[in-house]
């Protein structure tokens, strides 16, 4: 399966979540508003202290990242990037009041900010093989990776979840073999965050402590 075959699937399937429940976390696959947080503030240790930063959120959805961070006091330049221009088009409706923020569904548009993030990009997989999705998952984090001057962070289900409550449409990672991944690849500053009460795990990578 290649990579545009498998952006083609998962385009599709949020697109559908997004029609069925609107720009809410249920329209991009969490199970609640509250969960969606949690792993914002996860994310938020890449720039914890640092509010003027320039920020790419990778698989913006419908945008919800950008309210969280305008009220958590940052200020920097904030640029949503989807697959789907119908994502896109519902984080431009929902957010024009905010001020500094910017969506697109055309990759080619991006330039390279402070930091690169995504949330939930990884975890559907729908029918792809585990090795072709864990593939694309590297490339994806590539791209992020040249997108972040400063460094990037992502998230992802764990591989440690309980056997019987995991899904065969989702993809469980391993979180030692990213980490190894990320620090043999990118960089020896990367933190691994497997301790918030949800079946996943968060990661930072900087270029720089």
Not at 184 to 199: E, K, N
Request: charged share 25%; hydrophobic share 35%.
């Amino acid at each position: 399966m290649t990579d545009q075959q498998i952006q083609n699937r998962v385009r599709q399937y949020y697109e559908g979540r997004l029609r069925a429940h609107g720009p809410t976390a249920a329209g991009v696959d969490w199970k609640s508003e509250s969960s969606q947080i949690l792993r914002f503030d996860q994310l938020r240790h890449l720039w914890a202290g640092d509010p003027e930063t320039s920020i790419i959120d990778y698989g913006c959805g419908y945008g919800a990242l950008a309210g969280y961070l305008r009220s958590h006091d940052h200020r920097g330049r904030y640029v949503g990037f989807d697959l789907s221009e119908e994502m896109a088009d519902a984080a431009i409706t929902g957010s024009r009041a905010l001020d500094s923020c910017w969506w697109t569904s055309d990759r080619s548009q991006l330039r390279p900010a402070d930091f690169a993030v995504a949330s939930g990009i990884f975890n559907v997989k729908l029918g792809a093989p585990d090795d072709e999705w864990l593939g694309y998952m590297k490339r994806t984090i590539e791209d992020m990776a040249s997108l972040g001057r400063r460094g990037f962070a992502f998230n992802a289900l764990t591989s440690y979840s309980d056997a019987d409550k995991q899904r065969p449409d989702l993809y469980y990672a391993n979180p030692l073999e990213l980490f190894e991944h990320c620090r043999a690849t990118y960089s020896r500053f990367v933190t691994l965050l497997h301790d918030y009460p949800l079946y996943e795990f968060t990661m930072i990578v900087r270029t720089a402590p």
